[in-house]
């Protein structure tokens, strides 16, 4: 229950946003792993945020769509509401995106897996707990048809964008003009606004193996 949580709870959460990024000494990562009708409020709002923040997000399909498809496709957290992320992919800022073609295949699976499996780790139990019950309220789902909760994790799209808010260094990045349009679909376009892309892994094995250890509490650079 909401009641029972013992930190702040915050009545206007777009109000949060934006004066956490106004009132902050250095520039603020607004880290985005959903649709954006808050931030496009924010920037409503208080349109000075730009300049002391940069978004980071997981967002789009530019050429290739889930679980590695050949094709670009309709990105969730896009076309859920597509008139506020073209607020926000059209306003002057510093915009950086995980769009599927990196964050559409990306599992924790075999020794990674089992790692966090055969943890003791009071927060890689909680993890694990929300895997398994979400698994079993999804198992019917085709897409995941062929998936085994007990050999590996869910796509982890999130955790991409997470990296990017502090490192790039995995990933090989794109300056690529970006529109979205009104039904959801992320192109590039001349008249697009430029958005920083991962568009390809340098490394994706270090990467899920970096994700293991923070998960785990084995890497803290």
Known sequence: ?????????FMDGVGAICNTVMS????VSIISIG???????ALAREPGIVNNSKFVGMHGSI?????GADKPMREYNVKKHSM?????????WELTITPLDTC??????GDNFERLKES???????????HFAWCEAVKDWPILSHMDPEAQSSLLYDTVAVYLAFSESLLEMEQLPIIVTDDGKTLVNDGGQLVN???QWKDQTAFESLLTKRLLNQDQR
């Open 197 to 199: 892309c991962a568009m």
């Open 104 to 109: 559409g295949n990306v599992f924790l699976q």
């Open 24 to 27: 902050s000494p250095a520039k």
């Open 1 to 9: 229950r909401l009641e029972d949580y013992p930190g702040r709870v």
């Open 120 to 130: 003791s780790d009071p927060l890689v139990q909680a993890v694990l707990q929300n």
């Open 63 to 67: 050429r290739r769509g889930y679980l």
């Open 84 to 92: 506020a992320c073209q607020r926000v992919f059209s306003t002057p």
């Open 35 to 41: 649709p954006v009708p808050n931030i496009a409020a």
